[in-house]
């Protein structure tokens, strides 16, 4: 955890933080101005009347949120206010609401990835890509591992043809890992997650209506568990590494890497 990192190696805490701050942002920002633009379309132009359809973060940062996402990985924003009664469709509008946010970080995931591959030819000299089989061989330094080689600048720079490109590739990396654990963190069925909202509409037609205090409920026993025990950054942990380990290899595939 980041965390961590402050204690044992003081520079590397700096070098993750100057990387994370802009890539949180973004991600943040993304998925709540999501939610926002898609409950407009539907209908509810509550969030977009209340100054959230943006992507300036300070409408939407969490200070609680994003505390948890410098210091487990994971996190969340402020919820973009929504009033389903105003939906054209209540319950298939609120499951599009629900996953707007979730399918755009998916999306800035794929983007990042995509960006990486593309710009990992250009980073490293041909020769020693030749050398260790291959752009994957490489590619495999980021990601979810990413600061083996960005962060620590454990290669040097005699390997590659622009140094300049490692801190770009180290903010990408982080925005790929940021992104995607957002999107795993908020298909978590707890009140008031995404995850919650879509399974209550999929399942029960949106037959349950979560009170602000079950909705803090609910966020307590996330912390709870990010906090005291390992089961649900594991659970994430694997997810997010499987899941960026197959679109890294689609990416490869079809650049034919």
């Known amino acids: 955890m980041l965390l961590e990192t402050l204690f044992s190696d003081p520079g590397m805490f700096l070098r993750l933080v100057l990387y994370r701050v802009p890539a949180l942002l973004i991600a943040l920002s993304f998925h709540e101005w999501a939610h926002a633009f898609v409950a407009n379309r539907c209908g509810d132009p509550t969030a977009r009347l209340m100054g959230r359809m943006t992507l300036n973060p300070r409408r939407h940062l969490d200070p609680m949120g994003t505390l948890?996402?410098?210091?487990?990985?994971?996190g969340w924003a402020k919820p973009v206010p929504v009033n389903p009664r105003n939906y054209r469709h209540r319950v298939a509008d609120e499951i599009k609401v629900s996953l707007a946010g979730i399918a755009t970080n998916l999306l800035l995931f794929m983007f990042f990835t995509a960006a990486m591959v593309a710009l990992n030819r250009f980073l490293w000299k041909p020769e020693v890509i030749a050398d260790l089989g291959g752009p994957k061989a490489f590619l495999e330094f980021y990601g979810i591992n990413f600061r083996l080689v960005v962060m620590g600048l454990n290669v040097s720079g005699e390997f590659m043809q622009h140094t300049w490109l490692a801190p770009v590739m180290g903010l990408l990396s982080v925005a790929v890992q940021l992104n995607l654990m957002l999107a795993i963190f908020n298909l978590l069925p707890f009140p008031p997650l995404d995850g919650y909202h879509v399974a209550n509409n999929v399942i029960f037609r949106g037959r349950f209506?979560?009170?602000p205090q079950m909705a803090q409920i609910g966020m307590m026993a996330v912390v709870g568990l990010s906090i005291f025990t390992n089961i649900l950054?594991?659970?994430?942990?694997?997810?997010?590494t499987n899941v960026h380990g197959a679109v890294l290899s689609m990416f490869l595939m079809?650049?034919?890497n």
């Open 68 to 74: 948890m996402m410098f210091t487990v990985g994971f």
């Open 209 to 211: 209506h979560i009170t």
């Open 233 to 240: 950054s594991d659970v994430m942990n694997f997810l997010a």
């Open 254 to 256: 079809l650049t034919g």
